[in-house]
Nanobody
């Protein structure tokens, strides 16, 4: 399984970005997909997750601003990020999990700055 993230970049506070994560392999539709982020000097934290059935969870810090979604036909998971804040600056990693299988992408940098 390979996970390839895209969509990161530099954005001003209050702006929006949409991250995408394209997954290879045949287990995408039955996997739990998630986005994590890691800021400099901080531990990696869960941002949002979505089950195979579409149930979602969010970190308190992003509730109401971020939306995770998935397209099983395209083996892709998305993270729509609105009302971005400087504290959202981090490397965002895609994660795919099914049972004991756990896969990570290389990450995409998101920088929120004026």
């Amino acid at each position: 399984v390979q996970l390839v993230e895209s969509g990161g970049g530099l954005v001003q506070p209050g702006g929006s970005l949409r991250l995408s994560c394209a997954a290879s392999g045949s287990i995408f539709s039955i996997s739990v997909m998630a986005w994590y982020r890691q800021a400099p000097g901080k531990q990696r934290e869960l941002v949002a997750s979505i089950t195979s059935g579409g149930s979602t969870k969010y970190a308190d810090s992003v509730k109401g601003r971020f939306t995770i979604s998935r397209d099983n036909a395209k083996n892709t998971v998305y993270l729509q990020m609105n009302s971005l804040k400087p504290e959202d600056t981090a490397v965002y990693h895609c994660n795919e999990r099914f049972g004991a299988r756990d896969y990570w992408g290389q990450g995409t940098q998101v920088t929120v700055s004026s």
